[in-house]
Nanobody, 120 residues
Framework: QLQASGGGLVQAGGSLRLSCAAS??????YGWFRQAPGKEREFVAA???????YYTDSVKGRFTISRDNAKNTLNLEMNSLKVEDTAVYYC??????????????????WGQGTLVTVSS
């Protein structure tokens, strides 16, 4: 099971930290996806094989994904937030092959989502 938290309302340029508490088995990849109103769910970041981090281009340099193995939590530090970052953010876990790390089809465990709203 995955339980996401940390969303909220923040002004543009601000920061938020999302957390995802995981229970049960461990997986090869843990990721964050987001879905804005009227849009498809899209990849944000992933930590693959406990060592490699991947980001979508629009968040590179602003977001940092990390995983605390001891606490079994996945975190997403979001800085310099923009209005276009507004979305429901979902954490996910799975065992995708490398080419599916950034695809939602590669994950079969999803958290409930947490809303991030960035105001101008």
């Amino acid at each position: 099971q995955l339980q996401a938290s940390g969303g909220g309302l923040v002004q543009a340029g601000g920061s938020l930290r999302l957390s995802c508490a995981a229970s049960g088995r461990t997986f090869r990849s843990y990721g964050w996806f987001r879905q804005a109103p009227g849009k498809e769910r899209e990849f944000v970041a992933a930590r693959f094989d406990s060592a490699r981090n991947y980001y979508t281009d629009s968040v590179k340099g602003r977001f940092t994904i990390s995983r605390d193995n001891a606490k079994n939590t996945l975190n997403l530090e979001m800085n310099s937030l923009k209005v276009e970052d507004t979305a429901v953010y979902y954490c996910a876990a799975g065992n995708p092959i490398f080419s599916y790390v950034s695809r939602k089809e590669g994950y079969n465990n999803w958290g409930q989502g947490t809303l991030v709203t960035v105001s101008s």
